[in-house]
């Protein structure tokens, strides 16, 4: 077990990218500033607060553009009721498929043939989003999966893929989103295979996820990194947090209600995770 730790953010829409920084924000603001983490890995949403936090841009800064609309960001409204059919089809793979590999194609089959925006307008978002268009010196992976062969894709600095290309794929909600061409494949969004995919990250002596949505194998996951002797923490949405995401986590105006129960999350927990964090 190597004596480092990681930052693992997983998916949760433009709700969970303002509430995640304000967990950020607001355990930052309490004393304890897990930016400094040695692994910065993220998934979907997480995949673009990871990237955010990268560049060098102060959390103060990212906070704000969550949730002050004199600094937020024009964001993609999806089509009406997208989501919840997304949701609905993964239902129905989880009744059918029992192979995790070939439930990820099934959903890029579908992703591939569903109607969307065009991709440059959909990577032209992400793009805005993210501060820097450059991998940073820092360790940081982002997730997606081959939309065609529903393999696990992990990218980073010497994946030789640009960082705006790695989080749009990230982002690639099927249904919701294009997929994204990169080189001669097709990519979706990494929270199919796991909204957290704590299990990639493992091998950390402490860990901190924050997982916006309920996520079926986190708990699973924690639990394999404590047996194996790695403290691990875990935040997720508190009722609060889970009345300010609305009921369509996709909605621009989720961002500022979520930002803010973020923050009042993350300085709640400063007393354990600075216990986790600052560990000696």
Known sequence: MQ???ALVIGGGGVAGIAWATGVLAGLADAGVDVTDADLLFGTSAG???TAQISSGVELPALFRTQVDPAYQLAELQPREGALAEVFAFGEKLDAEVTDPVERRRRMGEMALAAGTVAEAERRAVIEARLPS???SERKLSVVAVNAVTGETRIFDRASGVGLVDAVTASCAIPGVWPAVTIGDDRYIDGGIRSLTNLDLAAGYARTLAIAPMPDPVLDTDAASIAARGGLIEVITP???AL???GTD??????????GHAGFAQGRA????????WNKA
Do not use: G, M, Q
Not at 269 to 276: F, G, Q, T, V
């Open 3 to 5: 004596n480092e730790r």
């Open 47 to 49: 995949s673009a607060v």
């Open 133 to 135: 268009h450059s991998w």
């Open 238 to 240: 508190d009722e609060a």
């Open 243 to 245: 009345a300010a995401f």
């Open 249 to 258: 986590p996709l909605s621009p105006a989720s961002r500022t209600p979520a």
């Open 269 to 276: 927990a400063e007393r354990a995770i600075a216990a986790l």
